[in-house]
Nanobody
Framework: QVHFVESGGGLVQSGKSLRLSCTGS????????WGWDRQGPGRSREKIGF????????YIIDSVRGRFTISRDDATNTAYLQMDSLKPEDTAVYYC?????????WGKGTQVTVSS
């Protein structure tokens, strides 16, 4: 059974950084694209970006380019989301997953709150 554990969320002041981790199990490491989504209060879920099997990230939301970095460590089947220069509008629940494994292949999310 596919399972994900996200960690690293919390409350942070505007301008600070956080690094989210997401460790997967139940599927072979290094063989799938990982994705990161987020859902802010009162907003629809949106795709932040993804990282290919050869480690190349793509960012879908313009507002995170240059501030967020997606990476992966296939030795531990873990994906990371480094978030720098955080803004209050980055406040959201952040999710990681493997889109190719279906709608159920996402973690339960970790809350990030950025205070002004």
């Amino acid at each position: 059974q596919v399972h994900f554990v996200e960690s690293g969320g919390g409350l942070v002041q505007s301008g600070k950084s956080l690094r989210l981790s997401c460790t997967g199990s139940g599927f072979p490491s290094g063989t799938y694209i990982w994705g990161w989504d987020r859902q802010g209060p009162g907003r629809s879920r949106e795709k932040i970006g993804f990282i290919t099997t050869d480690g190349h990230p793509t960012y879908i939301i313009d507002s995170v380019r240059g501030r967020f970095t997606i990476s992966r460590d296939d030795a531990t089947n873990t994906a990371y989301l480094q978030m720098d220069s955080l803004k209050p509008e980055d406040t959201a629940v952040y999710y990681c997953g493997v889109p190719a494994l279906g709608r159920g292949a996402w973690g339960k999310g970790t809350q990030v709150t950025v205070s002004s």
